[in-house]
Protein backbone atom coordinates (compact mmCIF):
# COMPACT_ATOMS: atom_id res chain seq x y z
CA UNK A 1 0.00 0.00 0.00
CA UNK A 2 2.68 2.51 0.53
CA UNK A 3 4.26 1.26 -2.77
CA UNK A 4 0.89 2.57 -4.30
CA UNK A 5 0.38 5.57 -2.64
CA UNK A 6 4.13 6.87 -3.43
CA UNK A 7 2.94 6.73 -7.15
CA UNK A 8 -0.32 8.49 -6.30
CA UNK A 9 -2.99 6.25 -5.93
CA UNK A 10 -4.44 6.35 -2.26
CA UNK A 11 -5.21 2.97 -0.99
CA UNK A 12 -7.97 1.60 1.29
CA UNK A 13 -8.70 -1.68 2.69
CA UNK A 14 -10.63 -3.17 5.16
CA UNK A 15 -11.01 -6.34 7.24
CA UNK A 16 -14.16 -8.73 6.51
CA UNK A 17 -15.71 -10.23 9.63
CA UNK A 18 -13.40 -13.12 11.22
CA UNK A 19 -10.35 -11.71 9.10
CA UNK A 20 -7.85 -8.97 10.52
CA UNK A 21 -8.94 -8.98 13.91
CA UNK A 22 -12.52 -7.68 12.96
CA UNK A 23 -14.82 -9.86 14.95
CA UNK A 24 -18.04 -11.13 13.45
CA UNK A 25 -21.71 -9.68 14.16
CA UNK A 26 -22.53 -12.82 15.83
CA UNK A 27 -20.32 -13.19 18.83
CA UNK A 28 -18.23 -16.35 18.86
CA UNK A 29 -19.28 -17.38 15.35
CA UNK A 30 -17.43 -19.90 13.93
CA UNK A 31 -18.46 -19.05 10.16
CA UNK A 32 -19.57 -16.23 8.37
CA UNK A 33 -21.66 -16.54 5.07
CA UNK A 34 -19.98 -14.87 2.10
CA UNK A 35 -23.47 -12.51 1.08
CA UNK A 36 -22.26 -10.96 5.09
CA UNK A 37 -18.56 -10.64 3.53
CA UNK A 38 -20.51 -9.40 0.22
CA UNK A 39 -22.91 -7.08 2.16
CA UNK A 40 -19.88 -5.13 4.41
CA UNK A 41 -17.79 -4.68 1.50
CA UNK A 42 -20.55 -3.32 -0.47
CA UNK A 43 -21.43 -0.47 2.51
CA UNK A 44 -17.30 -0.19 2.32
CA UNK A 45 -17.35 1.18 -1.26
CA UNK A 46 -20.13 3.45 -0.74
CA UNK A 47 -18.25 4.90 1.94
CA UNK A 48 -15.56 6.18 -0.17
CA UNK A 49 -17.86 8.51 -1.38
CA UNK A 50 -18.35 11.84 0.42
CA UNK A 51 -21.47 12.61 -0.49
CA UNK A 52 -23.06 9.36 0.81
CA UNK A 53 -23.98 10.43 3.82
CA UNK A 54 -25.43 7.43 4.90
CA UNK A 55 -22.05 5.61 4.69
CA UNK A 56 -19.19 8.10 4.68
CA UNK A 57 -16.43 7.06 6.15
CA UNK A 58 -14.59 10.84 6.08
CA UNK A 59 -12.06 9.78 3.84
CA UNK A 60 -12.65 12.34 1.76
CA UNK A 61 -11.87 10.75 -1.87
CA UNK A 62 -14.20 13.12 -3.64
CA UNK A 63 -17.97 12.67 -4.03
CA UNK A 64 -17.59 9.88 -6.62
CA UNK A 65 -13.76 8.22 -6.16
CA UNK A 66 -12.70 6.12 -9.03
CA UNK A 67 -11.96 3.26 -7.52
CA UNK A 68 -9.96 0.02 -8.46
CA UNK A 69 -10.58 -3.07 -6.85
CA UNK A 70 -8.27 -5.80 -5.23
CA UNK A 71 -8.54 -8.57 -4.06
CA UNK A 72 -6.74 -11.70 -3.03
CA UNK A 73 -7.31 -15.43 -2.65
CA UNK A 74 -10.72 -15.33 -1.02
CA UNK A 75 -10.85 -11.86 -1.61
CA UNK A 76 -11.32 -12.61 -5.13
CA UNK A 77 -14.08 -14.68 -4.91
CA UNK A 78 -15.74 -11.88 -2.78
CA UNK A 79 -15.78 -9.56 -5.38
CA UNK A 80 -17.31 -11.93 -8.12
CA UNK A 81 -20.11 -11.98 -5.52
CA UNK A 82 -20.28 -8.25 -4.94
CA UNK A 83 -19.97 -7.74 -8.82
CA UNK A 84 -22.57 -10.48 -9.34
CA UNK A 85 -24.88 -8.21 -6.87
CA UNK A 86 -24.12 -5.04 -8.41
CA UNK A 87 -24.47 -5.65 -12.12
CA UNK A 88 -27.97 -7.48 -11.26
CA UNK A 89 -30.49 -5.37 -12.90
CA UNK A 90 -33.03 -6.34 -11.24
CA UNK A 91 -32.16 -5.09 -7.63
CA UNK A 92 -29.45 -2.14 -8.71
CA UNK A 93 -30.71 1.22 -10.51
CA UNK A 94 -28.76 3.71 -11.69
CA UNK A 95 -29.45 5.57 -8.27
CA UNK A 96 -27.88 3.16 -6.56
CA UNK A 97 -24.67 2.73 -8.28
CA UNK A 98 -23.95 6.34 -8.58
CA UNK A 99 -21.65 6.72 -5.88
CA UNK A 100 -19.66 3.46 -6.81
CA UNK A 101 -17.51 4.44 -9.97
CA UNK A 102 -14.91 1.00 -10.79
CA UNK A 103 -12.23 2.11 -12.99
CA UNK A 104 -10.67 -1.42 -12.70
CA UNK A 105 -10.90 -5.07 -11.40
CA UNK A 106 -7.84 -6.99 -10.17
CA UNK A 107 -7.72 -10.17 -9.11
CA UNK A 108 -4.33 -11.92 -7.74
CA UNK A 109 -4.14 -15.87 -7.08
CA UNK A 110 -8.00 -15.59 -6.90
CA UNK A 111 -9.99 -18.90 -6.18
CA UNK A 112 -12.14 -19.66 -8.82
CA UNK A 113 -15.43 -19.08 -9.82
CA UNK A 114 -16.10 -22.98 -9.24
CA UNK A 115 -14.39 -22.83 -5.96
CA UNK A 116 -11.79 -24.93 -4.07
CA UNK A 117 -13.41 -28.23 -5.35
CA UNK A 118 -12.36 -28.70 -8.58
CA UNK A 119 -8.77 -27.57 -7.45
CA UNK A 120 -8.86 -30.18 -4.27
CA UNK A 121 -9.65 -33.45 -7.02
CA UNK A 122 -7.20 -31.71 -8.94
CA UNK A 123 -4.25 -31.72 -6.37
CA UNK A 124 -5.58 -35.45 -5.43
CA UNK A 125 -4.84 -36.66 -9.11
CA UNK A 126 -1.64 -35.18 -9.22
CA UNK A 127 0.08 -35.25 -5.84
CA UNK A 128 -1.35 -37.22 -2.27
CA UNK A 129 1.37 -35.05 -0.97
CA UNK A 130 0.78 -32.27 -2.19
CA UNK A 131 -3.09 -32.37 -1.49
CA UNK A 132 -2.30 -34.05 1.95
CA UNK A 133 -0.04 -30.66 2.68
CA UNK A 134 -3.29 -28.38 1.79
CA UNK A 135 -5.15 -30.51 3.85
CA UNK A 136 -3.55 -30.33 6.89
CA UNK A 137 -2.33 -26.76 6.29
CA UNK A 138 -6.14 -25.94 6.11
CA UNK A 139 -8.24 -28.65 7.63
CA UNK A 140 -6.09 -29.41 10.49
CA UNK A 141 -4.71 -25.97 10.65
CA UNK A 142 -1.21 -26.54 10.51
CA UNK A 143 -0.50 -23.76 8.69
CA UNK A 144 -0.40 -21.95 12.19
CA UNK A 145 1.76 -24.41 14.07
CA UNK A 146 4.26 -25.98 11.58
CA UNK A 147 6.37 -23.51 9.54
CA UNK A 148 7.34 -26.12 7.10
CA UNK A 149 3.80 -26.34 6.30
CA UNK A 150 3.30 -22.61 6.17
CA UNK A 151 6.51 -21.86 3.58
CA UNK A 152 4.59 -24.91 1.57
CA UNK A 153 1.59 -23.02 1.14
CA UNK A 154 2.17 -19.37 1.24
CA UNK A 155 5.61 -18.51 0.51
CA UNK A 156 7.47 -20.73 -2.01
CA UNK A 157 8.66 -24.05 0.12
CA UNK A 158 10.74 -24.87 2.45
CA UNK A 159 14.33 -24.00 0.10
CA UNK A 160 12.79 -20.38 0.56
CA UNK A 161 14.22 -17.97 -1.80
CA UNK A 162 11.48 -15.65 -1.08
CA UNK A 163 13.51 -13.73 1.59
CA UNK A 164 11.45 -15.13 4.71
CA UNK A 165 13.11 -15.91 7.97
CA UNK A 166 11.28 -17.70 10.73
CA UNK A 167 10.53 -14.72 12.49
CA UNK A 168 8.37 -13.54 9.70
CA UNK A 169 7.40 -16.66 9.23
CA UNK A 170 5.98 -16.59 12.93
CA UNK A 171 4.19 -13.44 12.48
CA UNK A 172 2.49 -14.19 9.72
CA UNK A 173 1.13 -17.36 11.20
CA UNK A 174 0.06 -15.73 14.14
CA UNK A 175 -2.23 -13.41 11.54
CA UNK A 176 -3.41 -16.51 10.01
CA UNK A 177 -4.62 -17.65 13.49
CA UNK A 178 -6.51 -14.77 13.99
CA UNK A 179 -8.43 -15.25 10.91
CA UNK A 180 -9.15 -18.58 11.18
CA UNK A 181 -11.19 -17.82 14.12
CA UNK A 182 -14.06 -17.57 11.76
CA UNK A 183 -14.08 -19.35 8.41
CA UNK A 184 -16.20 -18.74 5.54
CA UNK A 185 -19.00 -21.10 5.38
CA UNK A 186 -18.13 -23.38 2.45
CA UNK A 187 -21.36 -25.71 2.46
CA UNK A 188 -22.97 -22.47 1.87
CA UNK A 189 -20.84 -20.70 -0.23
CA UNK A 190 -21.25 -24.27 -2.35
CA UNK A 191 -24.85 -23.42 -2.99
CA UNK A 192 -23.99 -20.55 -4.87
CA UNK A 193 -20.71 -20.07 -6.06
CA UNK A 194 -20.46 -17.58 -9.01
CA UNK A 195 -19.84 -20.63 -10.95
CA UNK A 196 -23.60 -20.89 -10.87
CA UNK A 197 -24.54 -18.26 -13.22
CA UNK A 198 -21.75 -18.67 -16.11
CA UNK A 199 -22.41 -19.28 -19.68
CA UNK A 200 -21.80 -22.63 -20.18
CA UNK A 201 -20.85 -22.22 -23.13
CA UNK A 202 -18.21 -19.62 -22.90
CA UNK A 203 -17.95 -20.23 -19.29
CA UNK A 204 -18.08 -16.32 -18.72
CA UNK A 205 -19.53 -14.11 -16.08
CA UNK A 206 -23.39 -12.80 -17.29
CA UNK A 207 -22.01 -9.43 -16.50
CA UNK A 208 -19.22 -9.69 -18.69
CA UNK A 209 -20.11 -7.08 -21.12
CA UNK A 210 -19.82 -4.49 -18.26
CA UNK A 211 -17.01 -4.62 -16.77
CA UNK A 212 -14.31 -2.30 -16.71
CA UNK A 213 -10.72 -2.89 -17.64
CA UNK A 214 -10.17 -6.26 -15.83
CA UNK A 215 -6.45 -7.66 -14.63
CA UNK A 216 -5.77 -11.87 -13.67
CA UNK A 217 -2.65 -12.74 -12.02
CA UNK A 218 -1.56 -15.80 -11.36
CA UNK A 219 1.79 -17.06 -9.36
CA UNK A 220 4.16 -18.93 -10.70
CA UNK A 221 4.70 -21.02 -7.87
CA UNK A 222 1.72 -20.84 -6.29
CA UNK A 223 0.65 -23.93 -4.30
CA UNK A 224 -3.22 -23.51 -3.44
CA UNK A 225 -4.44 -21.90 -7.00
CA UNK A 226 -3.39 -23.97 -9.80
CA UNK A 227 -3.18 -22.75 -13.40
CA UNK A 228 -6.34 -23.91 -14.51
CA UNK A 229 -7.98 -22.22 -11.52
CA UNK A 230 -6.38 -18.95 -12.49
CA UNK A 231 -7.42 -19.48 -16.55
CA UNK A 232 -10.88 -20.14 -14.78
CA UNK A 233 -11.13 -17.11 -13.12
CA UNK A 234 -9.55 -15.28 -16.57
CA UNK A 235 -12.10 -17.16 -18.22
CA UNK A 236 -15.08 -15.92 -16.12
CA UNK A 237 -14.24 -11.91 -15.91
CA UNK A 238 -13.50 -11.85 -20.19
CA UNK A 239 -9.60 -11.54 -20.14
CA UNK A 240 -7.51 -13.60 -22.64
CA UNK A 241 -4.95 -15.22 -20.23
CA UNK A 242 -4.17 -14.40 -16.44
CA UNK A 243 -0.40 -12.69 -15.90
CA UNK A 244 2.18 -14.94 -14.23
CA UNK A 245 4.36 -13.09 -12.16
CA UNK A 246 7.35 -15.34 -10.60
CA UNK A 247 6.10 -15.71 -7.00
CA UNK A 248 4.02 -17.70 -3.81
CA UNK A 249 0.54 -17.56 -3.13
CA UNK A 250 1.01 -14.71 -0.78
CA UNK A 251 2.28 -12.21 -3.30
CA UNK A 252 2.30 -9.45 -1.52
CA UNK A 253 4.94 -11.07 0.88
CA UNK A 254 8.93 -12.02 0.85
CA UNK A 255 11.43 -9.97 -1.77
CA UNK A 256 9.63 -10.58 -4.70
CA UNK A 257 6.33 -8.58 -3.76
CA UNK A 258 7.37 -6.08 -6.34
CA UNK A 259 6.75 -8.74 -9.26
CA UNK A 260 2.99 -8.40 -8.55
CA UNK A 261 2.89 -4.86 -7.75
CA UNK A 262 4.64 -3.60 -10.71
CA UNK A 263 2.36 -5.56 -13.16
CA UNK A 264 -0.61 -3.84 -10.72
CA UNK A 265 1.13 -0.27 -11.12
CA UNK A 266 1.55 -0.84 -15.04
CA UNK A 267 -2.51 -1.76 -15.31
CA UNK A 268 -3.41 1.34 -12.88
CA UNK A 269 -1.15 3.67 -15.17
CA UNK A 270 -3.14 2.41 -18.14
CA UNK A 271 -6.26 3.51 -15.97
CA UNK A 272 -5.72 7.00 -16.32
CA UNK A 273 -6.65 7.73 -12.70
CA UNK A 274 -4.21 9.81 -11.06
Not at 36 to 43: E, G, Q, S, T
Not at 87 to 108: F, K, P, W
Not at 209 to 215: A, I
Not at 261 to 267: H, M, R, S
Request: charge should be negative.
Amino acid sequence: MPYFASHGYPCVALSLQGTGGTPTAHLAASTVKIEKHVRDFDAFLRGLSDTDSQHCLGLELGNNPQIALVGHSFGGLTIMKWLEQYYNEENNDENEQQHIVIAGICLLCSVPPSGNGKMTMRFLRRSLRNSWTIIAGFVLKQAVTSKAVCRDLFFGGSEDDNGLSDDDIARYQSYFKRDSVAIIDIMDLSKQLPSAKMDKQSGRAPYVDKLPSTLVIAATDDFIVDEIGSRETAQYLGVNEPQFVDSPHDIMLGNKWQNGADTILEWLDELQMV
